[in-house]
C-alpha cells in the first residue's frame, strides 16, 4: 500500500480565513513533506518532518504553518493568505532511510 | 539555474511503440534520480528510481537508464498505451543533507495516440 491521503479535496477561502489541510499515510514512513505547485510548473517543496521533527523550511511565509502531531499525519494551517497562494498543495512521505516520495492527490486551494 | 531539464515539452507516440523521456541534470552532487507521472489536477504518481550506482532499472514496461558521465537519464516505456498519456516529471536528490529535498524538471507531456 502506498497510499497518501490528502483532505479536503478542493477548498475555497478569504484573505482572512483560517483553514487547514491534511494528510495521512500508513505506510510507516517517518518523512512527511508539503510541496506547492502552480499550474504548468513543478512541485515547490515547502516543508519538511523527518521523525516528527521539523528539518526543513524552505523559506516560507509565515501564513503557513505546518504541525505534525504523529509518525501518520501532517496539517498545514492557513491564515492571512493572498490570492497569489492559489495553487495545488501536495503532501508527499518516505520510509526514514528510504528516498522515495510517495504524493498524495492533494487540495486544490483557491483564495479569494 | 536550472538544475534539471527536461528538454522536450512535448512528446507524441503510437500506441504500441515505444516512448522515450529525457532529462539531463548539471549537479554533479545528484546521486538519485526518480521518474514520476501526473494527471492534471492529480498529485504525481511515482513510478521508478535508479541510484547512480547502476546504470539501468526495470519494472515492467518502465525502464530507467542512466549515463553519469553525460548527466543524462532516459525513461523508456514499452509498449505505450493510451493510458500512459500525461505529463512525467524527473527528479533528483543528492545525498546526504540535502537527499529529502528533490529538484524537478519542467516535466514532458507525453500523448499516446490509439
Known amino acids: 500500500d502506498t497510499e497518501v491521503t490528502q483532505t479536503p479535496k478542493h477548498l475555497v477561502m478569504g484573505m482572512t480565513n483560517k483553514k487547514s489541510l491534511k494528510c495521512e499515510q500508513h505506510?510507516?514512513?517517518?518523512?512527511m513533506y508539503w510541496y506547492k505547485q502552480k499550474a504548468k510548473k513543478p512541485p515547490e517543496l515547502m516543508f519538511v518532518?523527518?521523525?516528527?521533527?521539523?528539518?526543513i523550511n524552505e523559506s516560507v511565509p509565515s501564513r503557513f504553518s505546518p504541525e505534525c502531531p504523529n509518525s501518520s499525519l501532517l496539517n498545514l494551517h492557513l491564515h492571512a493568505l493572498q490570492p497569489e497562494d492559489s495553487a495545488l498543495y501536495l503532501c508527499?512521505?518516505?520510509?526514514?532511510?528510504?528516498?522515495?516520495?510517495?504524493f498524495g492527490p492533494g487540495t486544490r486551494l483557491t483564495v479569494t | 539555474d536550472q538544475q534539471v531539464k527536461q528538454n522536450s515539452p512535448s512528446l507524441s507516440v503510437q500506441e504500441g511503440r515505444i516512448s522515450i523521456l529525457n532529462c539531463d541534470y548539471t549537479?554533479?552532487?545528484?546521486?538519485?534520480f526518480l521518474w514520476y507521472k501526473k494527471y492534471p489536477a492529480e498529485g504525481p504518481t511515482f513510478l521508478i528510481s535508479i541510484s547512480s550506482i547502476k546504470d539501468k532499472n526495470e519494472d515492467g514496461r518502465f525502464t530507467v537508464f542512466l549515463n553519469k558521465s553525460a548527466k543524462h537519464l532516459s525513461l523508456h516505456i514499452v509498449p505505450s498505451q493510451p493510458g500512459d498519456s500525461a505529463v512525467y516529471f524527473c527528479?533528483?536528490?543528492?545525498?546526504?543533507?540535502?537527499?529529502?529535498?528533490?529538484?524537478f524538471g519542467k516535466g514532458t507531456k507525453l500523448s499516446v495516440i490509439p
Open positions: 505506510m510507516g514512513h517517518r518523512a
Open positions: 527528479a533528483a536528490s543528492a545525498q546526504g543533507a540535502g537527499s529529502y529535498q528533490l529538484t
Open positions: 549537479n554533479s552532487m545528484f546521486d538519485y
Open positions: 518532518y523527518s521523525y516528527e521533527k521539523l528539518s
Open positions: 508527499a512521505s518516505s520510509s526514514g532511510g528510504g528516498r522515495d516520495q510517495y
